[in-house]
């Protein structure tokens, strides 16, 4: 508020600021009546020490302090005035709690005994302190008062109001009278004597400030007599008992509403009579300007200004006033703020406001001549801070920013936050840094097969399930180099720790390798360990790959695996992929015609000779043979246009190549197909890479897919598993069977007086019997479930492809679309999740995200529930065939992901994502979409030599028993014997 | 001659000492060391140390051990508690030393980063408030009420060595017979006939001490320090060979006072946090660093947010009646309240 400040002219800390002080400790006069009349500033502390100060000039000196005495009682107040009689010297009256002592203050020049008062120019070497007089206090004081009461002249009277309200009055050395205010008193307010009307004013707990004449309050006296000071006769006292007490008067009385802090007589009018005065009455918010009659001058509300305690002081008077004129006065307010604020009262204006120095907070303000200047003021605070002060008028100058020079670097909390989450961020996501050290597993598969002979044919003794040529065993033998690759001796950090040594790395239990195969691809063992392993010493494993003839291959793949502990517990893994050889699982045999199932292909550069293509089956010539020969009439029959093969599980395939460039596959299995194709499509894909550097592109397919062959399959696969399912069912319910019967035979067995078996071992017995023939029947139905599982291997592996060349997709697309028909190397069912239910799911997701039709429909919800086993297969047919026929409308899988990828056009929005994407708006070339109804009547697009492609439509015939659970190879069947399903390989 | 006992550690504020002027000068006793303080107003957001002796407040940032307070305890006028805005711990209750030194205002603001930790407020108010009391081992005082039934009243430090009487004060043209109490600490005379007339010197404030020559004959005189008002005071005692011993015994207990000071601020912290606290680091250089364009560190600390402007003589202004400081030419009272 104020930009003015407050000069301190001289200061000191009373009693070091651990003595209390509050309004009326501090008295300003020329106590020791010293003939210059300088002003001394005397402060009295609750902690009862008198010091006063004599302020010579600017600053406090040591020797300011001209008297420091402690009086042994707390002071409440300290008053100046003519107190002692014959005398019309001042002298220092000091209200104790219990004691008014009234003291004679004189300084003493050093010259003589110490008796002698300074006169003249003789310096004052101390100042004494003597007590004139005191009274004892019959009651706790709370305040003090005097004056001329009742017009005395040349001296003052004092009245000490007690903390009930009693009002005693003295006359200098003598007792006057005392009174007791009326009841309303109950706590003690303000006190001061207005000359003027010779009444006493005072405020009550009712919030109102009263006046009670002196004349009035001496009158009722007499009534009084118990408060008379102690030492007088009780008699006296019992007899004014009995004189009824006189009310006492009130002179008048003003409803200020607030609790009054301070009331000072003064004159604020410019033209009162000099008879009369005014009385300022400080509330705790309001200001209130009184006439001696109790009639409101003024009020005014000071909200703004949480006052603290204000003091009146007189303007100089106007030469032209005369010799009685009296003085004007002023106001000057303290607030709890630090704030001085200075009203000129003759119009109420508020004409100056400054802050204190040091945030004082005053108790006491009163204006004074302390030095050559009159008008100093003089601050007291409640902690002994007393300061002479005087307004500045010197406006500010500007004032020092400080922010500019200690501004925070934003750009380095900024990096160092970076750097700080990325640690953050590595730790919870990825985990820490790589390390440097790894395992590199690589695979080396060699062309042809092992040597034949009965070599390793140890371990293969009890199995007769695993193909065999002429009693030898049709193996491969994969080297697997395993490599501990670790940076040597260098030190390195992975996150936590600093690693120097490479001994560290060494494997805690060795490598262990893996092979993940289909399950007609046995390996040896199942894993191998490498016991000793040293960084960067790569170690070779060796591991015999033969194939079952009891099952379909449906693809070459294997996934080798390799993991180890290192000594520090951090594992370390690998994975590589490798394709065993076609010779595995299928041997070059006489060209075969005929064929139930035939795909035709479009080859855009079909190669020269199928012997080229599959130039490893025909085997090399001895001496560089390794013992497997063609057989004479095979290696006779080698013929450039068609090459056949005996699949070592049963039944033969067969690839023709025609003249037009076309290529057309056939076998006798549907499933069969898939593994062909999958081994010609890889062959030409190598051929064309060693031509033309690129692998894509190799083949077309033109006829439409398969659909109905591939569902009996599906149906094929899923009746087997309700089979199973059921099979399961009935074992729980004949094992709980059992356990009932044989429960009741216990307890039989058990009695002392056995009862009669009642054919209940007979029970027992059949019990055991259906459960081992359950037992028997779903290992039967495993068994006959995995057959089933690699032929729909093999088919979702052919559907997948098909559907790629059918439609021209992507690499990336037709890869989304075998993850969606959760094809891996095998199709793995299990009690709990199989591969309809898994599918299904997967292709409801596809339809409702990316191969949706309606925009909102992919912000939907995504989740698939709970997979459970279907009732049936029919949805999962609907969706498979509604996912082809969206893919044969050219909308990609990946138009929410990639934007580059083409969409449909008849929702271009799509685009929108990618502004970037040009918008497509051609539409896709029509394609009729393929449907399973369609399938049989379609005519044949294309030329003569796929005459026979609808026959695949319609050659499915023996496969249409779906009740009746059947078998999938040729020529066997299921045989129902007692509820179990047989299965004869 | 005897060496000045130059004690400025209490008296003065000092801004990016060289470390080494931080360093506890003897009779100075580290009493609390906190870490995580922030100085709020001049270095706002950067946390430091802050070492509460028995005569100063020494802040030292973290990051560079030149920028430090060193705040003496005679400087600071009020303590405070208040809320304040920190850039470290946003709105947060925070100290504040109003000081005062060579006529200039500072203000301090201190920030404990500790979540709720009393121990900075509690501490600096307490060991203010015992430096504050404790004023009479340090301060020359006349006329205080030091006297009590022709007894020194003793301090708590204190031990009485000797009690002599028959000494006259020859501060005034005559003499004031009284007495002499020679302690550990100070030297007070006292008047025999008025226990209100007396002087209290600590060594502390003793500038020098002779016998010298004077109107009086051979005189004790003892000078005060230009910081106490550098009072010359005169002791006359017969015979002369007590004159002398005085003078030896006083002189030897300066020079012991001078080696050992005795500060007078008693303060113990009650709960003992940690073993001993963190130590000051003794990481201490003796390069010299020319001021160059930096900022004067203590443009930052004004209590008004500027360097007061020299005050002029108060003159009586009429209009308010009240003493004002001189006005510039041309301006009235008036004139400057309706600007504002």
Redesign the interface.
Same mark, same amino acid.
Do not use: F, K
């Given at each position: 508020m104020?930009?003015? *400040?407050v000069?301190? @002219?001289w200061s000191t800390?009373c009693g070091?600021?651990?003595e209390e002080f509050d309004a009326g400790c501090m008295c300003i006069a020329n106590v020791d009546n010293h003939h210059s009349g300088q002003l001394k500033v005397c402060v009295g502390s609750y902690e009862g020490?008198l010091r006063i100060y004599l302020p010579r000039g600017?600053g406090y000196?040591?020797?300011d302090?001209?008297?420091?005495?402690?009086l042994d009682m707390p002071i409440l107040q300290l008053a100046a005035g003519r107190f002692i009689s014959g005398i019309r010297d001042v002298a220092l009256a000091v209200l104790h709690p219990h004691r008014l002592r009234v003291y004679v203050v004189s300084g003493?020049?050093?010259?003589d005994?110490?008796h002698g008062h300074a006169d003249g120019g003789? *310096?004052v070497?101390? @100042?004494?302190?003597a007590v004139a007089y005191e009274h004892a206090l019959t009651r706790p004081a709370y305040n003090m008062c005097y004056g001329p009461f009742g017009g005395a002249r040349d001296r003052d009277l004092l009245c000490v109001q007690s903390l009930d309200g009693l009002l005693t009055f003295y006359e200098q050395e003598g007792f006057g009278f005392g009174r007791m205010l009326p009841a309303s008193y109950l706590v003690p307010g303000p006190l001061v004597y207005s000359p003027s009307s010779d009444s006493f004013i005072t405020a009550n707990a009712n919030l109102h400030v009263e006046a009670f004449k002196y004349s009035v309050l001496g009158a009722a006296a007499s009534a009084d007599s118990d408060l008379r000071p102690p030492g007088d006769d009780s008699e006296a006292a019992e007899r004014a008992k009995a004189v009824p007490r006189k009310k006492l008067q009130v002179d008048w009385s003003v409803n200020v509403g607030e609790v009054v802090r301070h009331i000072e007589v003064s004159r604020f009018s410019k033209d009162l009579p000099s008879s009369r005065r005014e009385i300022l009455v400080l509330g705790e918010q309001t200001l209130y300007v009184l006439k001696d009659d109790g009639a409101v001058l003024t009020q005014r509300r000071m909200t703004e200004y949480p006052m603290a305690t204000a003091a009146c002081?007189?303007?100089?008077t106007p030469d032209d006033g005369g010799l009685d004129a009296l003085p004007v006065h002023?106001l000057?307010l303290g607030t709890t703020t630090g704030h001085v604020l200075?009203f000129r009262m003759a119009d109420g204006q508020l004409?100056?406001?400054a802050k204190l120095?040091?945030?004082i907070v005053p108790v006491q303000m009163a204006?004074a001549q302390l030095?050559p200047?009159?008008?100093?003021?003089v601050v007291l605070d409640d902690?002994g801070?007393l300061t002479v002060t005087?307004?500045?008028?010197?406006?500010?100058?500007?004032?020092?920013v400080?922010t500019e020079?200690?501004q925070?670097d934003y750009a380095e909390m900024e990096r160092e936050q970076q750097e700080l989450l990325q640690i953050i961020r590595q730790t919870h996501k990825a985990g820490p840094p790589e390390p440097f050290d790894r395992l590199v597993v690589t695979p080396r598969v060699p062309e042809h097969l092992d040597q034949r002979g009965p070599g390793s044919d140890e371990d293969t003794e009890d199995d007769d399930t695993l193909a065999r040529d002429e009693g030898d065993l049709v193996q491969v033998t994969v080297c697997v180099d395993v490599l501990l690759d670790d940076p040597s001796g260098s030190t390195y950090t992975d996150g936590l720790h600093n690693i120097t040594s490479s001994i560290d790395n060494v494997a805690q239990d060795g490598v262990t390798i893996a092979f993940k195969t289909p399950p007609a691809v046995v390996p040896q063992r199942p894993s191998i360990n490498i016991r000793a392993i040293k960084p960067n010493e790569p170690v070779t494993a060796r591991m015999e790959f033969r194939v079952r003839r009891d099952l379909l291959v449906p693809n070459l793949e294997v996934v080798v695996s390799a993991c180890m502990v290192t000594l520090r517990g951090q594992p370390r893994t690998a994975v590589a992929h490798c394709r065993l050889p076609f010779m595995l699982a299928a041997e070059l045999t006489q060209p075969v015609h005929s064929a139930v199932y035939k795909l035709v292909f479009d080859c855009p550069s079909p190669p020269s000779s199928l012997l080229a293509l599959f130039d490893d089956m025909t085997y090399p010539q001895p001496p560089a043979s390794n013992g497997w020969e063609l057989p004479q009439e095979v290696q006779g029959s080698l013929n450039p246009h068609i090459v056949s093969f005996r699949f070592r599980g049963g039944g033969e395939g067969t690839v023709l190549l025609a003249k037009s460039g076309r290529i057309a596959i056939q076998t006798s299995e549907f499933a069969q197909l898939g593994l062909l194709l999958y081994e010609l499509e890889r062959r030409l894909q190598n051929l064309r890479a060693q031509e033309t550097g690129s692998a894509s592109g190799v083949l077309s397919f033109r006829d439409p897919l398969p659909l109905h062959d591939y569902f009996i399959l599906l149906d094929d696969h899923f009746a087997l598993r309700c089979h199973l399912r059921d099979l399961r069912k009935e074992l729980e319910d004949r094992t709980q069977q059992y356990r009932a019967v044989e429960k009741r035979l216990l307890v039989r067995f058990r009695d002392r007086n056995p009862s009669p078996l009642q054919h209940l071992d007979f029970l027992l017995n059949v019990s055991y019997q259906q459960v081992c023939t359950v037992c028997d029947g779903i290992v039967e139905a495993e068994k006959a479930l995995m057959a089933v599982a690699q032929h729909l291997t093999a088919a979702t592996h052919l559907i997948t492809r098909l559907t790629k060349y059918r439609f021209g997709l992507d690499d990336r697309t037709s890869g989304s679309l075998c993850e969606a028909f959760s094809t891996g190397i095998a199709i793995e069912d299990t009690a709990s999740c199989g591969w309809e239910e898994r599918c299904e799911a997967a292709m409801h997701h596809l339809l409702k995200t990316c191969l949706s039709t309606k925009d909102k429909e992919r912000d939907r919800d995504r989740s698939v529930g709970e997979l459970s086993m279907p009732e049936d297969v029919g949805r999962l047919k609907k969706r498979i065939t509604s996912v082809i026929d969206r893919l044969s409308q050219g909308v990609s899988l990946h138009s929410d992901l990639d934007p580059s990828a083409p969409a449909l056009a008849s929702r271009p929005s799509i685009t929108h994502q990618n502004t970037d994407a040009p918008s497509v708006t051609a539409p896709p070339p029509s394609q009729p979409a393929v449907t399973q109804q369609q399938h049989a009547e379609r005519p044949s697009d294309n030329g003569g030599g796929s005459s026979s492609s609808n026959k695949v439509a319609v050659s499915s015939h023996h496969h249409q028993l779906p009740p009746v659970i059947e078998g999938q190879d040729e020529g066997e069947s299921m045989t129902n014997g007692v509820g179990v399903l047989g299965w004869e390989g | 001659m005897m060496e000045e006992l130059c004690v400025w550690q209490d008296r003065e504020i000092k801004f990016d000492q060289p470390p080494q002027l931080l360093r506890l000068r003897a009779g100075e006793t580290q009493i609390d060391s906190m870490n995580a303080i922030e100085d709020t107003k001049g270095n706002n957001g950067e946390r430091g140390m802050m070492l509460v002796t028995n005569l100063r407040v020494i802040w030292t940032a973290a990051k560079n051990l030149r920028t430090n307070l060193s705040i003496g305890l005679n400087c600071i006028t009020s303590v405070n508690i208040r809320q304040v805005v920190s850039k470290l711990k946003g709105p947060t209750q925070a100290l504040f030393l109003m000081t005062k030194h060579s006529g200039t205002r500072f203000e301090f603001i201190f920030t404990s980063l500790v979540r709720n930790s009393p121990r900075l407020f509690t501490t600096i108010l307490a060991v203010h408030r015992a430096y504050e009391t404790s004023r009479l081992y340090r301060d020359l005082k006349l006329r205080g009420a030091i006297i009590q039934d022709r007894e020194l009243v003793m301090l708590p430090l204190e031990h009485l060595y000797d009690k002599v009487t028959g000494i006259w004060n020859l501060s005034s043209d005559q003499g004031n017979l009284g007495t002499f109490c020679i302690s550990n600490v100070r030297v007070v005379w006292f008047a025999n006939l008025a226990e209100n007339f007396n002087v209290s010197v600590p060594y502390l404030q003793m500038k020098s001490i002779s016998v010298r020559n004077s109107k009086f004959g051979e005189a004790l005189v003892i000078e005060t320090t230009q910081a106490s008002g550098g009072y010359i005071l005169g002791f006359r005692a017969d015979p002369q060979e007590l004159l002398a011993q005085l003078h030896k015994q006083i002189s030897n207990l300066h020079k012991v006072f001078s080696q050992t000071p005795v500060f007078g601020v008693e303060y113990s912290i009650e709960e003992k946090s940690g073993p001993t606290g963190p130590k000051m680091p003794n990481l201490e250089d003796d390069v010299q660093i020319v001021p160059g364009e930096d900022v004067e560190p203590s443009l930052l600390y004004y209590a008004e947010g500027q360097k007061a402007a020299e005050a002029k003589e108060p003159v009586f202004s009429p209009e308010l009646g009240l003493a004002i400081e001189e006005l510039r030419e041309g301006a009235t009272v008036d004139s400057l309240w309706s600007v504002i």
């Open positions: 104020s930009l003015l *400040a000069r301190e @002219y800390s070091d600021g651990s020490c600017r000196t040591v020797e302090l001209v008297l420091e005495q402690h003493v020049s050093g010259h005994d110490g003789a *310096a070497s101390y @100042y004494s302190l002081y007189p303007l100089p002023n000057l200075v004409v100056w406001a120095p040091n945030q204006v030095g200047v009159p008008g100093m003021i902690a801070q005087y307004l500045g008028t010197e406006p500010p100058t500007s004032a020092l400080n020079m200690r925070l | -």
